[in-house]
C-alpha cells in the first residue's frame, strides 16, 4: 500500500488527542524467480498453454489476479496477461506451490539465438528471467513428384514444373524458398540469382511447385538433373 493515511487517536472522558500521516506504506513483499522453462516451438505449429516460467510470492495471501506477467517470445512479440490472456495466464502451481506463468502462441518463422524473456510484476515487486540461447525449429519440407522436362536441344521451353513439395509449417510462402536446379548440362540455376529461368509458386491443391524454363543447346544422355 502506498500513501495512504495512518492515523491514531487517544480519548479520556472528553479529552483527546490524535496524529496522522498521509504518506504511510506498507511494502510490497518480494517476490523470487523458479525456472525458465522456454518453449520447444516448431514454427507454423501452435503450442499451449505450456509453463515456461514459476515464481513465489513471499505474501501468503497472494493471488493469481495481484501479477501480471510479460513475454517477450523473441521474435518481435511482447505479450501481457493483462492484455493478452489468450497467449499469457498465471495459475497456481499445485505441485510445489506458488504460481506458473502459462503461454500459447504460434512461431511464424525459426529462429536461432533469440531472446526469450518472462518478468512478473506485483506493484512494486519485480522478478524476471532471460535466456539468449532460444531457438525455434525450421519445420520439415517433404519431397514430391520430380518431373523431367520433356526437352528438344536448341528449342526453349516453360515455365514447366519439375518438382513439388509441402512444407509441415502452415504459414511457409514462396518468399521463405531458394530452390537449385541442375539442369545436367553443367549449368546450376537457382530461384535467386535466375528468376527467369527457375521460380518457386504455390500449387492450388497445396504445397509448392519449383518451375523451370530453359533451352538446351545440345542434347544429353544419361545426364543427371536434380532439383
Keep these: 500500500i502506498g500513501n495512504t493515511t495512518f492515523s491514531v487517536s487517544v480519548v479520556d472522558?472528553?479529552?483527546?488527542?490524535?496524529?496522522?500521516?498521509?504518506?504511510?506504506?506498507v511494502a510490497d513483499a518480494p517476490l523470487n524467480g523458479g525456472a525458465l522453462?522456454?518453449?520447444?516451438?516448431?514454427?507454423?505449429?501452435?503450442?499451449?498453454?505450456?509453463?515456461?516460467?514459476?515464481?513465489?510470492?513471499?505474501?501468503?495471501?497472494?493471488a493469481s489476479s495481484d501479477y501480471v506477467a510479460t513475454v517477450a517470445t523473441g521474435d518481435g512479440a511482447t505479450l501481457t496477461s493483462a492484455g493478452?490472456?489468450?497467449?499469457?495466464?498465471?495459475?497456481?502451481?499445485?505441485?510445489?506451490?506458488?504460481?506458473?506463468?502459462?503461454?500459447?502462441?504460434?512461431?511464424?518463422?525459426?529462429?536461432?539465438?533469440a531472446t526469450f524473456s518472462v518478468s512478473v510484476k506485483d506493484h512494486e515487486a519485480a522478478v524476471s528471467a532471460s535466456t539468449s540461447a532460444f531457438n525455434v525449429a525450421d519445420a520439415p519440407l517433404?519431397?514430391?513428384?520430380?518431373?523431367?522436362?520433356?526437352?528438344?536441344?536448341?528449342?526453349?521451353?516453360?515455365?514447366l514444373t519439375v518438382f513439388h513439395f509441402t512444407d509441415a509449417d502452415v504459414l511457409g510462402t514462396t518468399a521463405d524458398y531458394v530452390a537449385t536446379v541442375v539442369t545436367g548440362d553443367g549449368t546450376t540455376l537457382t530461384s535467386?540469382?535466375?528468376?527467369?529461368?527457375?521460380?518457386?509458386?504455390a500449387n492450388p491443391a497445396g504445397g509448392f511447385d519449383v518451375k523451370l524454363t530453359y533451352a538446351y543447346t545440345e542434347e544429353l544422355t544419361n545426364a543427371t538433373f536434380s532439383v
Design 13 to 25: 472522558n472528553n479529552a483527546s488527542i490524535s496524529a496522522s500521516t498521509n504518506s504511510f506504506s
Design 37 to 62: 522453462t522456454p518453449p520447444s516451438a516448431v514454427e507454423g505449429t501452435a503450442f499451449g498453454p505450456v509453463t515456461v516460467f514459476r515464481f513465489i510470492d513471499t505474501d501468503p495471501n497472494g
Design 84 to 113: 493478452n490472456p489468450g497467449n499469457v495466464s498465471i495459475l497456481p502451481d499445485p505441485l510445489h506451490g506458488g504460481f506458473l506463468v502459462k503461454l500459447s502462441y504460434t512461431y511464424a518463422e525459426e529462429l536461432t539465438n
Design 142 to 159: 517433404t519431397a514430391g513428384d520430380l518431373t523431367l522436362p520433356g526437352a528438344t536441344e536448341g528449342l526453349s521451353f516453360g515455365p
Design 192 to 201: 535467386t540469382a535466375n528468376p527467369d529461368n527457375v521460380s518457386i509458386v
